[in-house]
Every structure is written in structure tokens, then in C-alpha cells.
């Protein structure tokens, strides 16, 4: 028996993508990378453009064929778009050769659904609202050297554009000792170099529960194991980066010194809009209080162009601030309107034709900072 897994998002999505794995992988299931002779097939979806939905839907519309050929086939498509009721209805009753349908908050249920579906040979629909964090499920890695560990879940801060609040959830960190439990336990199969910890907002890892510490704190114990591998993070949000962090970056050689320190504009005046909850005044203070202790550091970033009320005044402030940082990377995005955020009604909503101006504007300015650089 065979599965084939079809990822989209973020690296969250990639991970969860190792657990939907894990968990086949202990029910006798086999990889294989042709989706004709999988029996399972699963689409972990995501959510936060509407460019990546759009694709989803096409190709999940593009399994009808393979069911043909193969009724016995279990179609199963889960992830961010699922999360969200009126979307996986949507592919309940458009779909109709999809076979089970669960948000990411049911991940642990799949083992259930599928033999379910195998008994019953009946569709499902599974829908729970609640963010809960499930230990222990079984996970099979396919990132190389690099092992993803999660540390916290969802995301408690509204940015107007965004999704993932309404997807995810809120936040909640994973207990410090299954985190170093389950890194003790990556670090002696020695077959990994890397360990990226991951949460929508590492900064604020213990918020929710004051005995687990801070990220600052989480880091230090980590880099305090035994064992050789190098530390990495994301993603960091520039409201909440503490003082305590840079210097446990600085102190330990563990750590890799890269951040991406997503900005997304460089006008006080869109962040304002898009409740980013900081000043370009603080973010570049926070650059060059990274920069003063580490001064190698790699720093990327996200860009988000087009915001409703962005006007060329606002996104000559980005392009001015992308050339003072010079960033080792920059992820340019076209603002994409999601259903149920603030932002869909906000007034000033940007043309199609200047967002594609601004993101290229962008790249090409990328290019010239990084060639400068090479020299
Ligand atoms: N939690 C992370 C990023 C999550 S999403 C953070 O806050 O930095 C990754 C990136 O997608 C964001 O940084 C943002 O630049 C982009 N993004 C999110 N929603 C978007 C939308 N509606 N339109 C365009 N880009 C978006
Ligand atoms: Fe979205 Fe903002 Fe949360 Fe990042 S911090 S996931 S951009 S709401
Ligand atoms: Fe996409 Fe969900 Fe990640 S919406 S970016 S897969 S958290």
C-alpha cells in the first residue's frame, strides 16, 4: 500500500506533511512519488493567498480522472484551506471524489478517518474549532539534514491581511520538556545537521503559559544538550524580539546567525493599517542592535506590496528602507484580499496592474543590492 502526499505553505505545512506521513507510515503505507499508483492521496492545503487556494482547487479538481481509474483510491485533503468551515464544504460538495476532508486541528484523527472511510466506505467531513496540542504522534522526516521541530501553534496577533489567526487559532506553546525531549532524541540518531524551531510568532513562545519561560530561555536550554547540531528559528515578529534573545544568539555557537525578520512595509503609516504593532524607527533600531553584536548575520525578510492605502509615497519608503537594510533575501508579495479579515473592506484597495509594478520594482532592486554586495 502506497501513499503520495502533495504539499503546499509554509514550512509548518511541511512539517505537518512529515506527521500526515509518520502516521501513514505506522499504518503499513509506503511512499511513492507517483500519484497513479498511490492508494492514498493527501493535499495539505494552504490558505494565505489567494493565488495558492486557486491552485489547490485545480489541482484537487485534477484527481476526478486518477478516481476514475481507480474508485478504491482514498482522496484526502486537509491543511489551512480545510480549516476554515465554508471552504471545506465547498470541496465537500464540489468534489465529490474527495473522501475526507479535516482542518489542521485533526490531524491526529487521521488513522480514525481512514479506516473509517475503508469500513464504512463513506465520505467525511470532519470540522474541530479548537486549537489542541496532540504529543506524540509519529513522524516521518523528509527535510535531509534539517529536523523541524514545532513550539508553539497558531498566532494571537491579527496582522489585518492575514488569515492564520482565523486558520490556527491561538497561541499555544508546546511544554519546554517535550520540546527538549523531542530534540534529545533527533540529536541521537545523528543523521540531522540542523534543528529550525517553528511557531508563527517565535518571540512569544511561553506567553500563554508563564512555567514554560521565555524564547530566549527555550533557546538557551536547547543550546545547553548535548551533542552536535546547529539552531535556527522562524519566523520572528519585530513587536516582541527582546534584548535577551540577540544576546543568547550572540553567546551561543550553536545558533546560526541568520533571522528573518519579516517588515512588510517600510510606512508607519501602512503598518499602522495593517496592526503590525511597530515603527519603522523600531524595526531599524532592532537591525542594528542585531547587527552591532553579530555583525555577519544574515537577515531576510517578507514585503508585502499593494496593501489597501498604499500609495507611491508608501512604497518608495519600502524600496528606500530595503536599500538602507540590504537584506541577504527579500520575499516580495502581492497583497491578496482573505475573506473574513479587516483588510477586505479597508478603503484604497490596489490595482492588480500597480501591484505587479511595485513586487518587480522590488525584485529588481533585490537583484542590484545583492550583485552590489557580490562585488
Ligand atoms: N507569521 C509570520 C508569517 C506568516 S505568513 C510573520 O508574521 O511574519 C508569511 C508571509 O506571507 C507574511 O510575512 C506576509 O508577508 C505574507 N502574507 C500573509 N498574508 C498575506 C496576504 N493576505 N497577502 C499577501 N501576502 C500575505
Ligand atoms: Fe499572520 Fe501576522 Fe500572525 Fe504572521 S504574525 S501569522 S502575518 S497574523
Ligand atoms: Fe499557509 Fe497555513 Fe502556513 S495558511 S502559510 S500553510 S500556516
Given at each position: 500500500?502506497?501513499?503520495?502526499?502533495?504539499?503546499?505553505?509554509?514550512q509548518m505545512n511541511v512539517h505537518e506533511s512529515e506527521k500526515i506521513a509518520g502516521i501513514l507510515h505506522n499504518m503499513?503505507?509506503?511512499?511513492?512519488?507517483?500519484?497513479?499508483?498511490?492508494?492514498?492521496?493527501?493535499?495539505?492545503?494552504?490558505?494565505?493567498?489567494?493565488?495558492?487556494?486557486?491552485?489547490?482547487?485545480?489541482?484537487?479538481?485534477?484527481?476526478?480522472?486518477?478516481?476514475?481509474?481507480?474508485?478504491?483510491?482514498?482522496?484526502?485533503?486537509?491543511?489551512?484551506?480545510?480549516?476554515?468551515?465554508?471552504?471545506?464544504?465547498?470541496?465537500?460538495?464540489?468534489?465529490?471524489?474527495?473522501?475526507?476532508?479535516?482542518?489542521?486541528?485533526?490531524?491526529?484523527?487521521?488513522?480514525?478517518?481512514?479506516?473509517?472511510?475503508?469500513?464504512?466506505?463513506?465520505?467525511?467531513?470532519?470540522?474541530?474549532?479548537?486549537?489542541?496540542?496532540?504529543?506524540?504522534l509519529p513522524c516521518f522526516r523528509t527535510s535531509g539534514k534539517n529536523a523541524w521541530v514545532n513550539i508553539m501553534y497558531?498566532?494571537?496577533?491579527?496582522?489585518?491581511?492575514?488569515?492564520?489567526?482565523?486558520?490556527?487559532?491561538?497561541?499555544?506553546?508546546?511544554?519546554?520538556?517535550?520540546?527538549?525531549?523531542?530534540?534529545?532524541?533527533?540529536?541521537?540518531?545523528?543523521?540531522?545537521?540542523?534543528?529550525?524551531?517553528?511557531?508563527?510568532?517565535?518571540?512569544?513562545?511561553?506567553?500563554?503559559?508563564?512555567?514554560?519561560?521565555?524564547?530566549?530561555?527555550?533557546?538557551?536550554?536547547?543550546?545547553?544538550?548535548?551533542?552536535?547540531?546547529?539552531?535556527?528559528?522562524?519566523?520572528?515578529?519585530?513587536?516582541?524580539?527582546?534584548?535577551?534573545?540577540?544576546?543568547?544568539?550572540?553567546?551561543?555557537?550553536?545558533?546560526?546567525?541568520?533571522?528573518?525578520?519579516?517588515?512588510?512595509?517600510?510606512?508607519?503609516?501602512?503598518?499602522?493599517?495593517?496592526?503590525?504593532?511597530?515603527?519603522?524607527?523600531?524595526?531599524?533600531?532592532?537591525?542594528?542592535?542585531?547587527?552591532?553584536?553579530?555583525?555577519?548575520?544574515?537577515?531576510?525578510?517578507?514585503?508585502?506590496?499593494?496593501?489597501?492605502?498604499?500609495?507611491?509615497?508608501?512604497?518608495?519608503?519600502?524600496?528606500?528602507?530595503?536599500?538602507?537594510?540590504?537584506?541577504?533575501?527579500?520575499?516580495?508579495?502581492?497583497?491578496?484580499?482573505?475573506?473574513?479579515?479587516?483588510?477586505?473592506?479597508?478603503?484604497?484597495?490596489?490595482?492588480?496592474?500597480?501591484?505587479?509594478?511595485?513586487?518587480?520594482f522590488l525584485l529588481n532592486l533585490e537583484r542590484e543590492i545583492k550583485e552590489q554586495k557580490g562585488k
Amino acid at each position: 500500500m502506497q501513499y503520495h502526499i502533495v504539499t503546499y505553505g509554509c514550512q509548518m505545512n511541511v512539517h505537518e506533511s512529515e506527521k500526515i506521513a509518520g502516521i501513514l507510515h505506522n499504518m503499513g503505507y509506503t511512499y511513492t512519488d507517483q500519484r497513479e499508483s498511490a492508494d492514498i492521496i493527501v493535499f495539505n492545503t494552504c490558505a494565505i493567498r489567494e493565488g495558492a487556494e486557486d491552485r489547490a482547487f485545480g489541482n484537487i479538481g485534477a484527481l476526478k480522472q486518477l478516481k476514475k481509474q481507480n474508485p478504491n483510491k482514498i482522496i484526502v485533503v486537509c491543511g489551512c484551506m480545510t480549516q476554515q468551515k465554508q471552504v471545506s464544504e465547498k470541496i465537500f460538495k464540489t468534489f465529490p471524489f474527495v473522501d475526507i476532508i479535516l482542518g489542521t486541528n485533526n490531524l491526529h484523527l487521521l488513522e480514525k478517518l481512514i479506516k473509517q472511510k475503508i469500513t464504512y466506505k463513506k465520505r467525511i467531513l470532519e470540522h474541530l474549532e479548537s486549537t489542541n496540542v496532540v504529543e506524540g504522534l509519529p513522524c516521518f522526516r523528509t527535510s535531509g539534514k534539517n529536523a523541524w521541530v514545532n513550539i508553539m501553534y497558531g498566532c494571537n496577533n491579527f496582522c489585518t491581511y492575514c488569515i492564520v489567526p482565523y486558520v490556527r487559532g491561538r497561541e499555544v506553546s508546546r511544554k519546554k520538556q517535550d520540546i527538549l525531549n523531542e530534540i534529545k532524541d533527533i540529536v541521537s540518531t545523528n543523521q540531522y545537521e540542523t534543528i529550525t524551531l517553528l511557531g508563527q510568532n517565535v518571540n512569544s513562545y511561553g506567553n500563554d503559559d508563564n512555567t514554560q519561560g521565555t524564547f530566549a530561555n527555550l533557546l538557551q536550554d536547547i543550546c545547553n544538550l548535548e551533542g552536535n547540531f546547529k539552531l535556527t528559528f522562524m519566523t520572528s515578529h519585530p513587536k516582541d524580539l527582546s534584548d535577551d534573545l540577540i544576546s543568547v544568539m550572540k553567546e551561543n555557537d550553536k545558533i546560526i546567525k541568520e533571522i528573518h525578520l519579516p517588515v512588510q512595509s517600510g510606512s508607519n503609516k501602512i503598518l499602522k493599517l495593517m496592526n503590525r504593532k511597530y515603527t519603522v524607527e523600531h524595526y531599524e533600531n532592532l537591525i542594528k542592535k542585531l547587527r552591532t553584536s553579530m555583525p555577519n548575520i544574515r537577515i531576510t525578510t517578507d514585503i508585502i506590496v499593494g496593501f489597501p492605502g498604499e500609495d507611491e509615497i508608501d512604497f518608495n519608503q519600502t524600496c528606500e528602507l530595503v536599500k538602507k537594510i540590504k537584506y541577504d533575501g527579500i520575499f516580495a508579495f502581492m497583497y491578496s484580499k482573505r475573506s473574513g479579515t479587516v483588510a477586505e473592506k479597508m478603503d484604497g484597495q490596489v490595482d492588480e496592474e500597480t501591484k505587479n509594478k511595485r513586487v518587480n520594482f522590488l525584485l529588481n532592486l533585490e537583484r542590484e543590492i545583492k550583485e552590489q554586495k557580490g562585488k
